[in-house]
């Protein structure tokens, strides 16, 4: 069976991602840092599909939690999402220096380093892929968080034109840019989402029916929902300094 390695495995999106691959006949890798929750997701995958659910209680803002994580996936999958991630309350100058720089360890060194650990395993058998998690943020103006998610779709891009051609062409990367997504996401940064249209909610497993198809195709970045392919067109079109006016503020109200 191939294995898939999913990062922040036990909640939102990744925990969706663990679902549809484990249906799909995927073992799987579960990272994550609270253990309970890690053990109980792996017995309800592995007892519902008939798979392998190994478990790596990891926190990535860690050296000992990246080590750790990168010696799994050097060890061989087959499918990598890099889905961990978190959102700090408040914006810029109201958030600990500590804390941001937590953040770019999570979003961009974790990234950098677990798809470099992967990928020469899936060139050298010719087959794999990396999902890395982005956001649609990146296309906007948020504060560290949009930076560190545009680091990560320049970065995919990069290193998929980097392996074009190599692995037979069946080793892809991509960035998978959703929007807001019911998760629990807002609510741990505790932020106040009620002025967020209902138009502008995706499902879970949308969001990942899109990637995986995406994925297949040879996309490299993917966002899911019409809505956000207009929304991100359309910003490339009108100047940063309005862009970044509109996206400011929309869905950063902090309880």
Known sequence: MPTAFITGATAGIGAAFARRLASDGFD??????????????????????????????????????????????????DLLVNNAGFGNRGVFLDVPVADELTMLKVHCEAVLRLTHAALPGMLERGRGGVVNVS???????????GASKAWVVNFSQGVAAD?????????????????????EFHERAQMD???????????????????????????QVSIPGAQYK??????????????????????????
């Open 193 to 219: 989402v009620s002025d967020v249209p209902k138009f502008m909610w995706l499902e879970q497993d949308t969001v990942v029916d899109t990637a995986l198809r995406d994925l297949r195709r040879g996309v």
């Open 163 to 183: 392996i074009a051609g190599r692995g037979h062409g069946r080793v892809r990367v991509m960035a998978l840019c959703p929007g807001f997504v019911h998760t």
């Open 135 to 145: 956001s649609a943020a990146a296309f906007a103006t948020r504060g560290t968080y």
């Open 230 to 255: 207009a929304i991100v067109g359309i910003s490339r079109l009108l100047p940063r300094e309005l862009i970044a006016r509109m996206s400011s503020n929309t869905g950063r109200k902090y309880d």
């Open 28 to 77: 799987l890798v579960l990272l994550a840092r609270d253990a309970e929750r890690l053990e109980r997701s792996a017995a309800d995958l592995s007892g519902r599909y008939a798979v392998r659910a190994e478990t790596l209680r990891a926190d990535l803002s860690t050296e000992e939690g990246l080590t750790a994580a990168e010696e799994r996936a050097r060890a061989g999958v």
